[in-house]
C-alpha cells in the first residue's frame, strides 16, 4: 500500500511516499527556518504563505523521488492538528484534493502521535521492541510522556503545564541573540561552556511529579542575563556559551530525572522518542550516561524533526486501525489537537 503524506503544521512543508507504513521511498522536506530566523521564531502569517508556495512543487518532487506516479498512491495521510491553524490548512486541503481528484482515501493524523511513530522506521525489526512502551515526546511545541499500549494507542502521563522544551531551547537562544531555531546552536556552543556555571534548574508542579515546566528557567535564564548585562556591557562568548552549557544540562537532567521515575513506576524499561529536541546527540548521550538502565529508541536525524514520513506511517496503521475506512471530507483542522 503507497501512501503519500503530507506534513504542514509549523514551519516545514513536507511530503512522503511511504510503502505498508514502513519503507520510506521519499521524504522531501522544505524548511522555512532561514525565513523566520531573524525573527525569533515561527511567525505564521508567513508560515502559511510559504506552505502556499512550495506545497505542489515539494508533493511532486517527492512523487518523482519515489518513482511513483499520482495514480498509483492508495491513501493520502495529512497532519490535522495540532499545529498552526492557517498552516494545517494548507496541507490538509491539498489532501483532501488530491484524494478526490484520485477517488482514493484520505486521513488525519496526530502530529504528536507521528513523532512517536518516527522511531519506529528505523528499529523495525532491528531492535526487539515490545508494548507497552513508553513514549517522550520533546518538540519545539511539545513535551510530553505517554505510555503507548500500540501503535495509534497512546495514554498520556504528563505534560508540559507552560512552555516546551524547545521553546525554551529558542527563547534561550535569542535572549542571548542567537537566531531560530535555537536548539541545534545551543548545543554546539554548549560544548564549549561550563554547565555548573549557573545553578539553572527546570521547574517541578505541585503534586504532579511527571509534569514538566520550563518557564522558569527561561526566566533565570533571563535574569542571569540581566546580572551579565547590567553595567551595558555585552555577553561575552564565554559567558553565552556557559549560559548554553548550563540551561541545556538543566532541561535535559529534568526530562532525564522524569523519564527515570515514570520508568520505576510502569515497571517499563523500553521508550521512544521523537520531536526535533530529540535530535540533540547531547540528549541521546546523557540518556545512555544518566539512564543506562533505559532502553532507549531513538529516530534517525531526517526523523526527528517535522517531516511526512512519519504522517504517512502513522496514517497507515490508523487507515488499517479504522478498518480501511478513511476520514469523511468534512474533517477539520485542530489547532490544539491533544492524546
Ligand atoms: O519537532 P520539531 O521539528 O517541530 C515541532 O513540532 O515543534 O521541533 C523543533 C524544535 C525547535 O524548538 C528546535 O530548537 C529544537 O526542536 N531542536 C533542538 C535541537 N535540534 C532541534 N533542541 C535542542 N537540541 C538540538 N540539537
Ligand atoms: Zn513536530
Given amino acids: 500500500m503507497l501512501v503519500l503524506g503530507i506534513e504542514t503544521s509549523c514551519d516545514e512543508t513536507a511530503a512522503a511516499v511511504v510503502k505498508d507504513g514502513i519503507e520510506i521511498l521519499s521524504n522531501e522536506i522544505a524548511s522555512q527556518s532561514s525565513l523566520h530566523a531573524i525573527y525569533g521564531g515561527v511567525v505564521p502569517e508567513l508560515a502559511c504563505r510559504r506552505h502556499i508556495d512550495v506545497i505542489i512543487p515539494v508533493i511532486d518532487k517527492a512523487l518523482k523521488d519515489a518513482g511513483v506516479e499520482l495514480k498509483e498512491i492508495d491513501l493520502f495521510a495529512v497532519t490535522y492538528g495540532p499545529g498552526l491553524v492557517g498552516a494545517l490548512l494548507i496541507g490538509l486541503n491539498a489532501a483532501k484534493a488530491l484524494a478526490i481528484s484520485q477517488k482514493k482515501p484520505f486521513i488525519g493524523v496526530n502530529h504528536i ?32 510522556l505517554v505510555e503507548i ?44 561552556g561550563d554547565a555548573k556555571k549557573f545553578p539553572f534548574k527546570a521547574g517541578s508542579v505541585k503534586g504532579l511529579p511527571l509534569h514538566f515546566s520550563f518557564s522558569g528557567l527561561k526566566t533565570a ?119
Fill in 113 to 144: 502521535e507521528a513523532h512517536l511513530y518516527a522511531a519506529l522506521f528505523s528499529h523495525k525489526g532491528k531492535i526487539p521492541l515490545s508494548f507497552p512502551c513508553l513514549g517522550m515526546v520533546l518538540s519545539g511545541g511539545h513535551t510530553a
Fill in 149 to 192: 499500549k500500540e501503535i495509534g494507542k497512546y495514554e498520556l502521563i504528563s505534560q508540559t503545564v507552560d512552555d516546551a522544551i524547545g521553546e525554551a531551547f529558542d527563547k534561550t537562544a535569542k535572549m542571548v541573540g542567537l537566531p531560530y531555531p535555537g536548539g541545534p546552536i545551543i548545543e554546539k556552543l554548549a560544548k564549549a
Fill in 221 to 339: 535564564v533571563l535574569y542571569a542575563i540581566q546580572e551579565l548585562t547590567k553595567n551595558n556591557s555585552p555577553l561575552s562568548q564565554e559567558q553565552i556559551c556557559d549560559i548554553a552549557a548550563s540551561f541545556q544540562y538543566a532541561a535535559f537532567t529534568d526530562v532525564i530525572k522524569k523519564a527515570l521515575i515514570c520508568s520505576e513506576e510502569k515497571k517499563i524499561r523500553q521508550i521512544i522518542f521523537g520531536g526535533g529536541v530529540a535530535n540533540s546527540a547531547t540528549l541521546r548521550s546523557f540518556f545512555g550516561a544518566l539512564a543506562p538502565e533505559l532502553d532507549c529508541f531513538w529516530p534517525e536525524a531526517t526523523l526527528s524533526l517535522d517531516n511526512a514520513a512519519m504522517i504517512a506511517g502513522l496514517g497507515y496503521h490508523k487507515f488499517r486501525e479504522k478498518k480501511r475506512v478513511g476520514d469523511s471530507l468534512d474533517l477539520e483542522t485542530m489547532a490544539a489537537l491533544c492524546w
